[in-house]
């Protein structure tokens, strides 16, 4: 079966853009996770969605950072104004029903800000 | 794809030999520990865990061992494999859903 996919792989941008990462999660995982991983680093949470509803959105680092999951499914992570210390790789994760199970991750979306 | 870290530590072992991968976690409320294993270019990839009510788990040429005492988690692969070679994360999940992750380790499998 399909696991995560990530949409796109790449993405560069120019400091000042608006971007959009997408993540479509294995189909009837109810909860969905982004994580942001810097070179050398390993993944840092950023927020975490149960159905609809963001349920811990305490790793955004700022008011930049948005994320949606209108119908439970889909989610979109948006980032106003890049700035070049943006720059990562965005991973998305999903799990059947969160509470600790088992997050698969997909491959990220490599963002760049020049 | 780009190397996942380019400062990691490393560990070095010859194909057939067993590898041991450590790492201290933050959190003593902690009850939920998993080892991900990541390759260049891909997003990290369960490979066991374990949780806190229990010292030592074993998968198939996976051991993982907890110490709660210290806060130490290990993963022991046996026999390593040119596959196996890749950074390999402990993570730790609290009284949240979200992961914390270590730092990271590279796998180097030599012939």
């Known amino acids: 079966g399909a696991g995560v996919s990530q949409t796109p792989s790449n993405k560069v941008t120019e400091k000042g853009k608006y971007v959009e990462l997408r993540c479509d999660p294995i189909?009837?995982?109810?909860?969905l996770y982004w994580y942001r991983q810097s070179l050398g680093q390993g993944p840092e949470f950023l927020i975490y969605?149960?159905?609809?509803?963001?349920?811990?959105d305490s790793g955004l680092p700022n008011d930049r950072f948005f994320a949606v999951r209108p119908e439970g499914s889909v989610s979109t992570l948006k980032i106003q104004r890049t700035e070049r210390g943006d720059s990562a790789v965005y991973l998305c994760?999903?799990?059947?029903?969160?509470?600790?199970?088992?997050?698969?991750f997909g491959p990220g979306t490599r963002l760049t800000v020049l | 794809g780009e190397s996942v870290g380019l400062h990691l530590p490393t560990l070095s072992v010859q194909e057939g030999d067993n590898s041991i991968i450590n790492c201290a976690y933050s959190?003593?409320?902690?009850?939920?520990f998993i080892w991900y294993k990541q390759e260049s270019g891909k997003g990290p990839q369960f490979i066991i865990d374990?949780?806190?009510?229990?010292d030592k788990r074993q998968g198939q040429r996976v051991t993982v061992l907890l110490n709660k005492t210290v806060k130490h988690l290990s993963l022991q692969i046996a026999a390593t494999q040119p596959g196996d070679s890749a950074v390999y994360f402990c993570?730790?999940?609290?009284?949240?859903?979200?992961?914390?992750f270590g730092t990271g380790t590279r796998l180097q499998v030599f012939p």
């Open positions: 994760a999903s799990s059947l029903t969160g509470g600790g199970g088992e997050q698969f």
């Open positions: 189909s009837g995982h109810t909860a």
């Open positions: 969605f149960q159905g609809t509803g963001a349920a811990d």
């Open positions: 959190n003593s409320a902690s009850d939920y």
């Open positions: 374990i949780r806190s009510n229990m």
């Open positions: 993570a730790e999940k609290g009284n949240t859903d979200k992961l914390i």
